[in-house]
């Protein structure tokens, strides 16, 4: 697997936080858990601001971490993020300049700073992603990454909004469900859940995200401390606001 250039990840003060590295830990083995054939995760959720882009990051760190060949492809075409990638939105090669065929495989995935993560950015925002993530060449790269990967973390638009994660999930064998709490109702989490579920893709579960513990000491003390569902952010739990 080559690169063009090395990416630098940021770093930012969540990734120190016991309660989520911990969460993330818990995460990370039930991916490996879930059996040899998971490869390609996409992580989406009912709506934006429910975390699910740091959440899939930090998901793609933990897993390269512990020495597997990741990466982590940044797929919301509409509403590119970059928040934790060096360079602004569009200067870097990424998956829109290659989907429209400026550029070919080997000049959009890019080495980072943190050891064994690749990362293949959104690119220039797109005004037609759906027609593009329909294209066989998307089909084509998923596969390719599989082959020269262990693992690839797709991060995607929510279900909820946009058709563009219905799409993805087609070339992907599995997907995590983010749900922010006290943000998403019940009714629209069920709904969109049944969008993700509609497209074939096996969903490994769901992350319950900015979780608010101050109520419960129960939970804070035991689940936090000992499972990692339950983080502190200045009373919050959550992995972020943003993605």
Same mark, same amino acid.
């Given at each position: 697997?080559?690169?063009?250039? *090395?990416?630098?990840?940021? !770093? =930012? ?14 995460? %990370? ?5 879930? @059996? ?28 390269? &971490? ?16 970059? #928040? ?30 943190? !050891? ?14 759906? !027609? ?5 060449? #998307? ?15 797709? =991060? ?20 995590? #469900? ?16 049944? &969008?993700?579920?509609?497209?074939? *893709? ?11 513990? %101050?109520?419960?000491?129960?939970? @804070? ?6 499972? @990692? ?13 943003? @993605?």
């Amino acid at each position: 697997m080559t690169a063009l250039e *090395v990416i630098e990840i940021k !770093e =930012d003060a969540l990734s120190s936080d016991y309660y989520i590295d911990e969460a993330l830990n818990t995460l %990370r083995t039930n991916i490996q858990l879930s @059996g040899r054939h998971v490869k390609s995760i996409m992580v989406t959720s009912t709506f934006s601001d429910e975390g699910k882009s740091h959440i899939s990051l930090y998901l793609a760190r933990k897993l390269a &971490q512990i020495g597997k060949k990741v990466v982590y492809v940044e797929c919301d075409l509409r509403k590119p993020t970059q #928040f934790m990638i060096k360079g602004a939105v569009g200067e870097i090669p990424g998956m829109t300049h290659f989907l429209s065929g400026q550029i070919d495989m080997s000049q959009v995935i890019h080495q980072t700073t943190d !050891e064994n993560l690749f990362v293949i950015t959104s690119g220039t925002i797109a005004i037609n992603p759906s !027609e593009l993530l329909e294209d066989e060449l #998307f089909g084509d790269m998923m596969n390719w990454l599989e082959q020269n990967s262990d693992y690839v973390i797709v =991060d995607t638009p929510p279900i909820g909004v946009v058709i563009d994660a219905a799409i993805i999930a087609k070339a992907v064998d599995s997907a995590i #469900f983010v749900i922010g709490s006290g943000e998403t109702s019940y009714h629209a989490a069920r709904k969109a859940l049944g &969008q993700l579920t509609k497209t074939g *893709v096996r969903v490994l579960g769901a992350v319950l995200n900015k979780v608010d513990v %101050r109520g419960s000491k129960y939970y @804070g003390k035991y689940y936090g401390k000992y499972y @990692g569902d339950y983080y502190k952010n200045s009373g919050k739990a959550k992995l972020s606001d943003k @993605g």
